[in-house]
């Protein structure tokens, strides 16, 4: 049976599209630890407790619609001196949307998100999907899209909580970008899979920065 997640990302992906961002130079056991989908009610303050108990800083992809429903929440993860990204205004599929209005929506985010003082430029496409038409009309808008190099699939309902454990503790590498998603869909896995993969990861000697 093939698994699906988690799992690193494909050579070939990179080699397709080599001007989006997979992974950071660090030979300092640095990894950067990314959210996708919220802000989210009760998961993200959750998601925020534990990044505090660990003194642990991640970047947060927001969803615009999210961000303009919950604002107090957005808020939250700003003063907790997270970093923040973009992830569309309703979370577009890039391969579906036409590409002037998937520029839109990115512009819309950024837009919310440099109401609060801050305006970053990091994109990530939702599902990972995109083209390379909108990959141009990004770059010219100055945007840096940010992919990812380890997805833990904490969304899938097929996913085996200690099994994506052992995988994501045992293939993390230095300058990798992890992707976990504070959403209700994927709360289940993220409550049993987050603490102890951060725990587990500082044992051995890993930090956490920001993008």
């Known amino acids: 049976m093939i698994r699906l997640y988690p799992s690193k990302i494909p050579f070939f992906v990179r080699w397709l599209f080599p001007k989006l961002i997979y992974h950071c130079s660090a030979d300092d056991k640095r990894v950067f630890l990314t959210f996708d989908d919220g802000p989210t009610p009760k998961i993200t303050p959750w998601v925020l407790d534990i990044l505090k108990q660990e003194q642990v800083k991640a970047t947060f992809f927001c969803v615009g619609s999210q961000i303009e429903k919950h604002p107090d929440i957005f808020k939250q993860i700003l003063e907790a001196g997270h970093q923040i990204g973009n992830h569309s205004y309703t ?121």
């Open 91 to 211: 979370h577009e599929n890039g391969w579906q949307t036409p590409s002037k209005n998937y520029k839109k929506s990115a512009d819309k985010t950024e837009k919310l998100i440099a109401r609060y003082g801050l305006s970053t430029k990091l994109f990530r496409p939702p599902y990972g999907r995109i083209t390379p038409k909108k990959i141009k009309l990004l770059k010219q808008a100055n945007y840096k899209i940010i992919m990812w190099s380890i997805l833990s699939g904490d969304f899938s309902a097929k996913l085996n909580p200690a099994q994506a454990l052992a995988y994501l503790t045992k293939y993390t590498r230095s300058g990798d970008i992890i992707v976990f998603h504070d959403s209700r869909k994927a709360s289940k896995n993220l409550k049993i899979i987050l603490p102890e993969y951060i725990k587990q990861l500082k044992k051995y000697g890993y930090f956490f920065d920001i993008l």
